[in-house]
């Protein structure tokens, strides 16, 4: 009778090892596996050299929002558009500017900037970094090496190219032209125009308010939206 007893048991304990082990190892990766070299000099001789291998599904990537979508889909056009400038040029990536205002940027400009480096990278172009400073500083909050500062940046980039962007808002969205411009001749080697609805970017757009300020006056609409939209962090 014990052993009847002691059977079930047993194959319980095992199963319910099988899935503790299962599902405490986050990173054991099944499916169709992507082959990595593992083969190192230390291994024992004689043994057959096993590869590393991971579910890029499953690993995933970082994960994106819709602006970091929107600065991959401007960099794919501009790329597509592209008639001389050659993946090993120097190209440099400007800040996005307001259509009026060539100084002036905002939140949603700062952070397509940045997407506009990584999405270009990702076709292998040869990016250069204006924002590294000569020098790392260290202070109690942490060791710094990017500046805006232009005493602290090298005046002397090899660069051949810039990505240069502006921005218009408008009632429904924001207008966004971005281009390639060789530095040499002002001559522009690629072009590209697109809109965003204010739906498309709601960390970043909102609809305006009833009353709003432009040039430093209030304006009073009969109801909210009828204004242009609003950007994240804009003074009022």
């Keep these: 009778m014990r052993q009847f007893i002691l059977l079930p048991i047993a194959l319980l304990m095992a199963a319910c090892a099988s899935e503790t082990s299962k599902s405490g190892d986050e990173l054991t990766y099944t499916g169709q596996p992507t082959d990595t070299n593992s083969w190192f000099m230390s291994e024992p001789e004689g043994q057959t050299p ?9 690993v995933g990537l970082a994960p994106k929002s819709q602006v970091n979508t929107l600065a991959e889909k401007i960099v794919n056009e501009l790329v597509l558009q592209n008639d001389s400038l050659r993946s090993d040029q ?6 996005p500017v307001k259509i009026d205002a060539f100084s002036q940027t905002d939140a949603l400009g700062l952070q397509l900037q ?10 292998e172009f040869n990016l250069v970094d204006m924002n590294v400073a000569n020098a790392i500083r260290a202070t109690e909050q942490g060791e710094f090496i990017l500046s805006r500062d232009w005493k602290l940046l090298p005046s002397d980039l090899p660069v051949s190219h810039v990505v240069v962007s502006t921005m218009a808002t408008t009632t429904q969205g924001v207008v966004l032209n971005a281009r390639i411009v060789n530095v040499t001749n002002n001559r522009v080697v690629s072009a590209v125009q697109t809109f965003v609805h204010t739906d498309s970017l709601p960390g970043y757009l909102s609809p305006s308010n009833k009353v709003t300020s432009e040039n430093g006056l209030l304006y009073r609409n009969e109801q909210s939206g009828d204004g242009k939209v609003a950007v994240l962090g804009e003074k009022l």
């Design 50 to 58: 096993k590869a590393l291998s991971y579910d890029i599904e499953k």
């Design 90 to 95: 120097p190209l440099l990536v400007t800040t």
């Design 114 to 123: 940045q997407g506009f480096v990584a999405a270009f990278h990702a076709h």
